[in-house]
């Protein structure tokens, strides 16, 4: 029982605390509110950035040719012998008509090419297969294993005509490039803002106790435990995170709604008004656990210092 009453007291004198010092709460409410917006800014475009890459990837592939009298079986030995790579995701199969109708399709509005395609008397374009990789930089390995069926002369070899990686090879480099970096550099920029986010909100609160310094100090005069004095301002931290959390989820919405349409002409296919709806338990998760979690640790380390007196 006592154990009850000490909790419900020690919640009680945060929130009147939270209250008392309403000018500092508002402070560091509004510090913590910059400080999850950042968070929550994080998480937004870092699932904008992935869904513009993987839009990007699903563009990038090695097409592998066969030549006019490529037989079906020959074909299906390659198609075997890719799928059996570990670094293939997918092997789609363009049959020899598809190829001959993607390629009318392209030149629709040249018509001397259609035109030329017309006078012949057979379709001069073989069947060939579009191999996607797991990873961008594993495309090179499945060009070179294609070189090595080529090389060795078999009967698969034999009917491959050409492997479409080389051309393609700057711009696989360069999308490789931009994930490896895009990767690192977001891995900094949230460590970075992380520790900055803390400092702030730590000196913020750190304010907030000091108001309370001389009623720290009665407590630790007539012994109350360490525990004691320290969990009211850590119920005041979570509740400055809790407020903080709940302002930013607030204004995500218009903000979003309001960028939803430019974010999709920009990015594609993201949307940033339907990331907020779909993704908002998690992004609930995210921001009100970061403010939680922020508020209570700064309050732990601010008040340390007038428990060492």
């Keep these: 029982m006592s154990l009850w009453i000490n909790t419900k007291r020690v919640a009680r004198y945060g929130f009147i605390g939270f209250i008392r010092n309403g ?15 950042v968070v929550a800014g994080l998480m937004i475009s870092g699932a904008a950035l992935d869904s513009t890459l993987k839009q990007l990837k699903d563009k990038v592939d090695v097409s592998v040719y066969f030549t006019t009298k490529a037989t079906d079986s020959q074909i299906a030995d390659v198609r075997k012998a890719l799928e059996n790579l570990p670094e293939v995701a997918s092997v789609a199969y363009v049959s020899r008509e598809e190829a001959l109708a993607q390629f009318r399709e392209r030149h629709k509005n040249d018509q001397l090419t259609l035109q030329a395609l017309d006078e012949l008397s057979d379709n001069p374009l073989g069947a060939s297969l579009e191999v996607r990789a797991k990873e961008t930089s594993q495309y090179e390995a499945i060009a070179k294993f294609l070189e090595v ?10 009917a491959i ?3 479409n990686f080389y051309q393609n090879k700057t711009a696989i480099d360069r999308l490789t490039s931009i994930i ?6 977001g891995s900094v920029i949230t460590l970075v803002l992380g520790l900055a986010s803390l400092l702030i909100s730590f000196n913020t609160i750190r304010l907030a106790i000091y108001t309370s310094r001389n009623e720290i100090g009665v407590m630790n005069i007539v012994g109350a435990s360490r525990w004691y004095v320290r969990g009211p301002f850590m119920v005041t931290g979570v509740l400055y995170g809790v407020l903080s959390g709940l302002i930013v989820l607030i204004l995500l919405y218009p903000i979003t709604f309001w960028l939803g349409p430019a974010s999709e002409r920009f990015f594609g296919t ?16 995210t921001v009100i656990g970061s403010g939680i979690a922020l508020g209570a640790l700064s309050s732990f380390l601010a008040v340390r210092r007038y428990l060492e007196k």
């Design 161 to 163: 005509d050409k492997v």
């Design 23 to 37: 000018f500092v709460s508002l402070s560091a409410v509004l510090i913590m509110s910059i400080t999850l917006f």
């Design 180 to 185: 490896e970096t895009s990767s690192r550099l």
């Design 149 to 158: 069926q080529q090389g060795e002369g078999g009967a698969a070899g034999t």
């Design 270 to 285: 993201f949307n940033v008004f339907s990331y907020y709806t779909d993704a908002f338990p998690r992004l609930f998760i």
